[in-house]
């Protein structure tokens, strides 16, 4: 069955890195966009970042431009979000998505993508 499962998140100090990670199963994984997607309570989730089939096109909202990184190994079925200088709004739950039709316009909405996984926790403090 279609896995999702992501990995890295924890605590830190603002200013510090993180490296989440994805790992899919049960699918072409080649074939779907990916994104990774933040959730904080009261607030809707939203897409962080995405990058297309073959990793040759990308997308990052504002507030992590330049310094979220997302990549993916397809040999690996792999996804990967680097995140340098995190800051304290940088808090959430963060998830891994795939998006079936292998691609999704600009900013990417949840209801672009058809599976999620579970999230990983992320929280930056001052």
Known sequence: ??????????????????????????????????GWFRQTPGKEREGVAGISTRGLGTYYADSVKGRFTISRDNA??????????LKPEDTGMYYCAAARKGWVTYPPSHGDFDYWGQGTQVTVSS
């Open 1 to 34: 069955q279609v896995q999702l499962v992501e990995s890295g998140g924890g605590s830190v100090q603002a200013g510090g890195s993180l490296r989440l990670s994805c790992a899919a199963s049960g699918f072409t994984y080649s074939s779907y966009y990916m």
């Open 76 to 85: 690996k079925n792999m996804l990967y979000l680097q995140m340098n200088s």
